[in-house]
C-alpha cells in the first residue's frame, strides 16, 4: 500500500514533514547523488511511516519530543534525533509553512494516556 492509503490527516503531514527533514539531511550529507535518498535514509522512512501508521494517539498524535509514549527503537530514535537536529533549523527556508506549523504543534502540552484503539492501523483494520 502507498503512503496515501495507509496514512492521513494529520499523520500523513507528519510523514510529509520527516519526509522533507530526511532529504535535506540526506542530501547534505551526500549520502545520495540523485534526488532520492540512500538506502539508508529510505529505510529510516519507512521504519517512520510504519511507527506513525502505529502511533498510540492516532489523529492526536504530539510532536515526537512532547511525546510520552517512546515507540522508536533506540537505534532509530537515535537516528531520528540525528536528523531532526540537523535539518530541523534548515527547514525554514525550503518549507517554511512545514516547519513553522511544526514550531506550532511543539508548542501544545504533552498529552496524558493514549486512547484504547486509536492508532491509525486499529481503525483501519475496524473497517
Known sequence: MTEQALLDGK??????????????????????????????????????HTRLDRCPYGQDKPTCNKCPVHCYKPHMKAKAREIMIFAGPRMLLPHPIMAIRHLLAERKAAPGKPPVHASNRHLRKAK
Request: proline share 0%; hydrophobic share 35%.
Open 11 to 48: 499523520l500523513l503531514y507528519e510523514y510529509k514533514t520527516m519526509s522533507a527533514m530526511v532529504q535535506i539531511y540526506c542530501k547534505a550529507h551526500q549520502h545520495a547523488a540523485s534526488i532520492e535518498q540512500c538506502e539508508d535514509c529510505q529505510t529510516f522512512l519507512e521504519y517512520a
